[in-house]
């Protein structure tokens, strides 16, 4: 089963810019759906960016436009560049798997979901 490790979260001033990595490991990354979610003190936690098997991405409206999702199937790793930091983007943020297993020949499935231990970041005023 896949496991993933993120790092790059750290302490930076509003602004400026981190690059977030999530390494996959112990199955097949590229028909996986990859995405980054994040989590504030006392909010509920929240998708970022997302971006399929196939390349295609999304963004919450709230990060569109600073922040970047991409992947290197090559590395087994997923990326999220985030720039023009603002204090509300702190949070710990979460890397996640997502797949689609069919287990019949009728075509009946289960969509499976593995999760990070996320990395925190934290933008100063």
């Known amino acids: 089963q896949v496991q993933l490790v993120e790092s790059g979260g750290g302490l930076v001033q509003a602004g400026g810019s981190l690059r977030l990595s999530c390494a996959a490991s112990?199955?097949?990354?590229?028909?996986?759906?990859m995405a980054w979610h994040r989590q504030a003190p006392g909010k509920q936690r929240e998708l970022v960016a997302a971006?399929?098997?196939?390349?295609?991405?999304n963004y919450a409206d709230s990060v569109k436009g600073r922040f970047t999702i991409s992947r290197d199937n090559a590395k087994n790793t997923v990326y999220l560049q985030m720039n023009s930091l603002k204090p509300e983007d702190t949070a710990v943020y979460y890397c996640?798997?997502?797949?689609?297993?069919?287990?019949?020949?009728?075509?009946?499935?289960?969509?499976?979901?593995?999760w990070g231990q996320g990395t925190l970041v934290t933008v100063s005023s």
């Open positions: 996640s798997a997502s797949w689609r297993t069919v287990v019949n020949v009728e075509g009946a499935y289960r969509d499976r979901e593995v």
């Open positions: 112990g199955s097949s990354f590229g028909n996986k759906a």
């Open positions: 971006i399929t098997s196939g390349g295609s991405t």
